[in-house]
């Protein structure tokens, strides 16, 4: 009995691998669907994202980050991100630190809960683990 519950909680994954695996490229596929609309070129996208333009031309197509549905109210707030980029030349540093709050904003609207229950079994229904650790947001 104790064997399966240690399976269990290896197995389970914790709601940081969640923002890393699923949260971040969604808003990381937002974003560059954004910039893509206003024309900007994938390899100036990849430059202030710091990644490759390919997996720039990825998140666009959906094969990366296309696994989680955003809310408006965050979708928004990436494309305003996406206006600043353009308009007030962001270095990566500053889009990074823009990117940190939209991320925070998510995770305050449990959007990764029902995720979460859907790929771990155990997750209470009246789980509240991002209120729980205000530290963190």
Same mark, same amino acid.
């Given at each position: 009995?104790?064997?399966?519950?240690?399976?269990?909680?290896?197995?389970?994954?914790?709601?940081?691998?969640?923002?890393?695996?699923?949260? @971040?490229?969604?808003?990381?596929?937002?974003?560059?669907?954004?910039?893509d609309k206003?024309?900007?070129?994938?390899?100036?996208?990849?430059?202030? @994202?710091?990644?490759?333009?390919?997996?720039?031309?990825?998140?666009?197509?959906?094969?990366?980050?296309?696994?989680?549905?955003?809310?408006?109210?965050?979708?928004?707030?990436?494309?305003?991100?996406?206006?600043?980029? #353009?308009?007030?030349?962001?270095?990566?540093?500053?889009?990074?630190?823009?990117?940190?709050?939209?991320?925070?904003?998510?995770?305050?609207?449990? #959007?990764?809960?029902?995720?979460h229950r859907?790929?771990?079994?155990?997750?209470?229904?009246?789980?509240?683990?991002?209120?729980? #650790?205000?530290?963190? #947001?």
């Amino acid at each position: 009995m104790l064997y399966i519950f240690l399976i269990t909680i290896v197995n389970m994954r914790s709601p940081c691998e969640l923002v890393v695996w699923h949260l @971040l490229p969604a808003i990381r596929s937002e974003l560059a669907k954004a910039l893509d609309k206003e024309h900007i070129l994938q390899k100036n996208t990849a430059k202030c @994202l710091g990644m490759t333009p390919a997996a720039v031309s990825q998140y666009i197509s959906g094969k990366r980050g296309g696994d989680m549905e955003l809310p408006g109210e965050i979708t928004l707030k990436i494309n305003e991100l996406a206006k600043r980029m #353009i308009n007030e030349d962001m270095s990566p540093f500053d889009v990074m630190k823009s990117i940190c709050p939209i991320c925070i904003e998510a995770r305050k609207k449990k #959007i990764l809960c029902d995720l979460h229950r859907e790929i771990d079994e155990g997750i209470p229904d009246d789980c509240d683990f991002w209120e729980e #650790i205000k530290g963190c #947001i």
